[in-house]
């Protein structure tokens, strides 16, 4: 019934930008925290960014900090992620997630094992 789509994938050159969206249904959305993580190949999966129901708390992995941007639009039952500057190194695919909480100020989780559902992802290539 919950169902995450992510869109917004693709090829893309060095240094150039992507905004991906998460679009969210069978769920009340306000009711979740929602985070994205990339796994590349060969590699665990890591955390990228969260925010809180109300958008009041966001949450970036250290490293990613100050060049990818987390959004969301709780009209539209949607998650965004801007991504800026973007390196080689960022290729993954890019999964969106789900957390419930009890709190619109809820800090978002930067732990996977705290989200209760997930997107099926989608590739960023970043071109050298």
């Known amino acids: 019934q919950v169902q995450l789509v992510e869109s917004g994938g693709g090829l893309v050159q060095a240094g150039g930008s992507l905004r991906l969206s998460c679009a969210a249904s069978?769920?009340?959305?306000?009711?979740?925290?929602m985070g994205w993580f990339r796994q590349a190949p060969g590699k665990e999966r890591e955390f990228v960014a969260a925010i809180a129901r109300s958008s009041s708390n966001t949450n970036y992995a250290d490293s990613l900090r100050g060049r990818f941007t987390i959004s969301r639009d709780n009209a539209k039952n949607t998650v965004f992620l801007r991504m800026n500057s973007l390196k080689p190194e960022d290729t993954a695919v890019y999964s969106c997630?789900?957390?419930?909480?009890?709190?619109?100020?809820?800090?978002?989780?930067?732990?996977?094992?705290?989200?209760?559902?997930w997107g099926q992802g989608t590739q960023v290539t970043v071109s050298s």
């Open positions: 069978g769920l009340t959305f306000t009711n979740y925290a």
């Open positions: 997630a789900a957390d419930r909480s009890y709190s619109d100020s809820y800090y978002p989780s930067g732990r996977e094992g705290t989200y209760d559902y």
